[in-house]
């Protein structure tokens, strides 16, 4: 479970058993900073907190402020200004301005409906994206009553108080709901009458989920590495002997042949392919069923030469791709690390699904100017 949806979980217990609490979001942050926006911490009503909002300096005072948030029932807007000094000498790496939105949360009965709707369909595996009216300024505020919920099903539950300005963000959400990897982000909107309002769209999509076609000694590290992560690994291989439990007992093994594949391996467009079966026939066919998918990435193992040769059989056997499909599949597979044995080779083979989940060329970070993307939103 990732730490958000861990900090979702508890805060969910606690509305089911009828507690108080409050819910702290990173909603902006300027320059560098530990955490991003959309980190999350929930608090109860003795001080325990779950989650991180930043590497460790700004926890202490938020679950302070937010025993005033829950007192009051009122959510505030609080804004830390993060000196280098700061920082470095708590761990965080960067300085930043922070903008943490502190929010109470009690029974059922007072859950605002579109964030129970966004937090059920995060529960349900599903994408989401929850819009909330930001205060401008460091003040208590009922801003959180206005509220919209897309999700990627079409479903809109809510409203922002404005017809234009709801439409703007189902607009804003779907296109976030198209990338591997959206981030939850602040946008700044002046309205007709010149209002200007701060909104703050928190989007969760699925994990990624990991296919690896395979189940030989290199298949292993590989298949722990990725549900260590915390991705939904599903190993594939017909041989009963090698695709075991004692093997991979973490992952979802299926024992099937080429056949079964369009039956019963569910690969959508935030899967990822492995290929590594070391049977010239089984990686023809598991590439002909990757590459035919919507999967996001189809690394295929071994040199390009015997990539050639596999794409050559496909041809000959009627098997033709579009540019789009082709231009999903890695080979030779991985980022560029040195890698020597399984383990190693499974790093980097995790290590380029990360990147090609993040829109990263996998670089040295010492080359980049920045080691946060700046996020664009469309409008």
């Known amino acids: 479970m990732r730490e958000n949806e861990a900090v979702l979980h508890t805060l969910n217990e606690a509305i089911r058993a009828g507690k108080k609490g409050a819910l ?3 909603v902006k942050v300027k320059g560098s900073a530990y955490r991003r926006e959309g980190a999350k911490m929930f608090i109860d009503d003795t001080g325990h907190y ?3 909002i930043s590497g460790g300096c700004l926890e202490a005072d938020v679950a302070e402020v937010a025993q ?5 029932y009122k959510a505030i807007l609080k804004r830390y200004e993060l000196d280098e000094d700061l920082v470095w000498g708590l761990g965080l790496g960067c300085p930043g301005t922070v903008e943490i939105f502190i929010e109470p949360i009690a029974g059922q009965e007072k859950l605002h409906p579109p964030f129970s709707v966004w937090s059920e369909a995060i529960q349900k595996g599903e994408a989401a994206a929850l819009c909330t009216v930001i205060a401008m300024n460091e003040t208590a505020c009922e ?6 919920v897309v999700t990627e099903k079409g479903h809109v539950t809510g409203s922002l108080g404005n017809t234009g300005l709801n439409r703007y963000v189902e607009k804003w959400a779907n296109e976030l709901f198209h990338k591997q990897n959206p981030r939850s982000s602040s946008q700044s909107v002046v309205l007709e009458d010149g209002t200007s309002l701060s909104l703050f769209l928190d989007v969760v999509v699925p994990l990624p989920t990991v296919f690896v076609f395979g189940a030989g000694h290199d298949a292993i590290p590989v298949a722990r590495l990725s549900a260590t992560l915390g991705f939904p690994t599903t190993v594939v291989d017909p041989r009963p002997g090698y695709n075991t439990a004692e093997r991979f007992p973490l992952a979802t093994r299926l ?13 959508g467009k935030r899967s990822y392919v492995v290929i590594m079966n070391h049977h010239m026939e089984r990686d023809q066919e598991a590439l002909k069923f990757a590459l035919l998918s919507e999967a996001a990435y189809v690394g295929l193992l071994g040199p390009r030469s ?4 596999i794409m050559e059989a496909l041809e ?3 098997s033709t791709f579009t540019a789009r499909q082709l231009a999903r599949l890695c080979n030779p597979i991985g ?24 829109g990263h060329e996998g670089g040295l970070l010492r080359d980049k100017a920045q080691i946060h993307q700046n996020t664009v939103i469309a409008g």
């Open 306 to 309: 015997r990539r050639e040769r």
């Open 335 to 358: 980022l560029d690390i040195g890698a020597d044995n399984a383990e190693e080779i499974a790093v980097s083979i995790l290590a380029e699904i990360i990147a090609k989940r993040t």
């Open 50 to 52: 779950i989650g991180l």
């Open 255 to 267: 024992l099937i042949d080429s056949e079964k594949y369009a039956e019963q391996l569910a690969v």
């Open 24 to 26: 702290a979001t990173v």
């Open 316 to 318: 000959k056997a009627g």
């Open 143 to 148: 801003s959180a009553t206005k509220r919209l």
């Open 68 to 72: 005033d948030v829950i007192r009051d």
